[in-house]
């Protein structure tokens, strides 16, 4: 079931006669006409292409900003260490190459969405697979301007595939950005099925959780909690049911139900993810086929590793001695713990590996509402359950309400419990920012930091080419 959705891609992206010549994403509409059903099931495929970040520059560059910027992970070695360094050190300025191809990723996915959302409505087919597709594609350009919120702040708004190089669009409000990332996933959470049709899809549940996060990460409490209890509603999803926390990432167990949505990958080139041989320490013995493994690596800072409870589960994933290709013993030291949450792919060759990656699982969601209660009530039985499900599932004791007496002892306990679920799952920056701790955890680093750094500044190739955009503060 996974890999159908990869056929249609490669078809999409690599059968054209000429695949990526006569896009352009940033300036003009397209050249010619879609007629056919097909047509329409090929734009939207083209349009989860980009969405779902295939290929290596999707996985460093958004993993890379959302943890190396925190108290979680550090790079080393390796050409990607050049890149990573002033995004560690708080010294990034608005001509980083990840910042712009971050900006050209995002636009073009939203680009090929308003494609479908023209187009498709004027092609003569089934009338409900049609309302679904456009329903799909204004999920995919709404999670496109949720990445662009979360990295640059409010960017400008795009609906049209059809512009002109005269287009100088400004930036929205942050007002009207987040009115209408709300309402389209609200519209769309009503059309979109319960069950996906096909691995990997936009659901309503997708949609829901995506509107979740969204709230959450916009303090919007009130709606954090009633958004989160309409996902918990529909009665889809659990968390992952096994006696170990850490079976829940193992690649015969990615289709599950608390896996809301999903980024697939498959072991072939341009279609797999690269992490672990980054991650995996130098002459690594993989256990299956030989694999690449890079120079660069991906380390975990100590302090992070050492504030798990030894007996949390989540804990064995990291990987902390190993065996070398010359049988000699590594113990790995300070600052060198490896996350291996996603575990080798036995089968894969190369740097292509087939591990999914979560996107967003029921565990967050949980954890949001759980959150979200804290914030308007303080600590209360409900909020506790919801945190020690996910607490539990570790193999943990339950915490009691004398654990977390206070709204700032249930909301540090939040933190923490954040850190140590979703490490390694590109969230941890977005979460420190909004407990008000990614700046002041910068400086307890030895960083330089300052409080505009919370968001990334425009890419000055876009600033220089759009004069109506405003640079964010504190940025030249």
Not at 75 to 90: M, S, V
Not at 342 to 369: C, M, Q
């Amino acid at each position: 079931m996974k890999k159908l959705i990869y056929i249609f891609l490669l078809l999409t992206v690599l059968g054209c006669d000429k695949p990526l010549e006569e896009e352009v994403f940033s300036s003009f509409g397209p050249n010619n006409f879609f007629n056919t059903a097909d047509d329409a099931e090929a734009l939207l495929n083209a349009a989860y292409a980009l969405e779902q970040k295939q290929g290596t520059d999707g996985f460093r560059n958004i993993f890379v900003m959302a943890e190396v910027t925190t108290d979680l992970l550090i790079i080393r070695e390796g050409g990607l260490r050049g890149l990573a360094q002033p995004l560690e050190d708080f010294t990034w300025n608005a001509s980083h190459e990840f910042f712009d191809v971050a900006w050209t990723r995002y636009y073009s996915a939203i680009y090929r969405a308003n494609l479908v959302i023209d187009n498709v409505p004027n092609i003569d087919f089934n009338a409900e697979r049609k309302k679904q597709i456009v329903a799909e594609a204004r999920f995919l350009r709404a999670s496109g301007y949720i990445y662009l919120y979360d990295l640059f702040g409010p960017t400008p708004i795009i609906t049209s595939s059809i512009s002109t190089s005269e287009d100088r669009p400004a930036r929205a409000s942050n007002e009207e950005f987040v009115k209408f990332v709300a309402d389209e996933l609200t519209a769309v959470s009503e059309i979109l099925p319960v069950k996906a049709t096909q691995y990997g899809r936009a659901t309503r549940g997708a949609a829901l959780a995506f509107l979740t996060k969204f709230y959450l990460n916009n303090k919007n409490w009130a709606k954090t909690d009633e958004t989160a209890q309409k996902v918990i509603d529909l009665n889809t999803y659990n968390l992952f049911n096994s006696t170990n926390r850490a079976d829940l990432f193992k690649l015969a167990n990615e289709v599950n139900s608390e896996f809301i949505y999903v980024r697939p990958h498959v072991a072939q080139p341009g279609l797999g993810t690269n992490y672990l041989p980054h991650a995996a320490p130098p002459n690594y013995k993989y256990k299956g086929t030989a694999k690449a493994n890079y120079a660069t690596q991906l380390k975990t800072l100590s302090g992070f590793y050492d504030s798990f409870d030894p007996k949390d589960q989540r804990r064995q994933v990291f990987l902390t001695e190993y065996d070398d290709l010359n049988g000699k013993h590594i113990m790995l030291g300070q600052d060198d713990k490896r996350s291996f949450k996603f575990e080798e792919d036995l089968n894969a060759t190369g740097a292509d590996l087939g591990n999914d990656f979560p996107v967003v699982r029921y565990a967050d969601i949980l954890l949001s509402k759980a959150e979200a209660l804290n914030e308007l009530k303080g600590p209360t039985p409900d909020a506790l359950a919801l945190l020690n499900q996910v607490h539990v599932k570790a193999g943990l004791p339950a915490l009691t309400l004398a654990n977390v007496a206070t709204k700032d002892a249930f909301r540090a306990q939040i933190l923490k419990e954040r850190g140590w679920e979703f490490f390694s799952e590109e969230l941890r920056r977005q979460d420190l920012i909004r407990h008000g701790k990614f700046i002041e955890l910068a400086k307890g680093r030895g960083k330089v930091a300052f409080d505009h750094q919370v968001l990334f500044p425009i890419p000055q190739s876009e600033i220089d080419r759009n004069p109506s955009l405003k640079q964010n503060e504190g940025y030249k």
